[in-house]
């Protein structure tokens, strides 16, 4: 029988996880994305940033309810994103060319095989 005033535990499952959670624009506002709690993880965003999956991500934002912390990880998300394109050769999607730029920056030093 349920407990009076009982609610579901908000710690992700594995107790010990790093959750990711994107900031997305639309016309309307700002919000964060609903998702999976298993979808969270830091490849899976990026891959979803890759695939177009968010209208016009503005942040990431990464906390951990088990070390209690959180942070703005936008930096490293395009900065991940940016170096994935360049060892594959490729441009960064049009997509999120906002979003890389705006924390990776326009202009980065690329390393040059000699």
Same mark, same amino acid.
């Given at each position: 029988m349920p407990r009076t005033g009982w609610s579901p535990s908000t710690v992700p499952y594995g107790a010990d996880q790093t959750v990711y959670l994107v900031i997305d624009r639309f016309k309307n506002g700002t919000v964060y994305r609903e998702t999976e709690i298993e979808r969270t993880d830091l490849e899976t965003?990026?891959?979803d940033f890759m695939t177009g999956q968010?209208? %016009?991500?503005?942040?990431? @934002? +990464?906390?951990?309810?088990?070390?209690?912390?959180?942070? %703005?990880?936008?930096?490293? @998300? +395009?900065?991940?994103?940016?170096?994935?394109?360049?060892?594959?050769?490729?441009?960064?999607p049009e997509h999120i060319q906002d979003f890389v730029d705006t924390y990776a920056g326009p202009t980065r030093q690329l390393s040059l095989r000699l």
């Open positions: 965003i990026i891959s968010f209208n %016009d991500p503005v942040r990431v @934002v +990464a906390f951990n309810t088990l070390e209690h912390w959180a942070d %703005d990880v936008s930096k490293d @998300v +395009a900065q991940q994103i940016q170096t994935r394109c360049d060892i594959a050769g490729e441009p960064v």
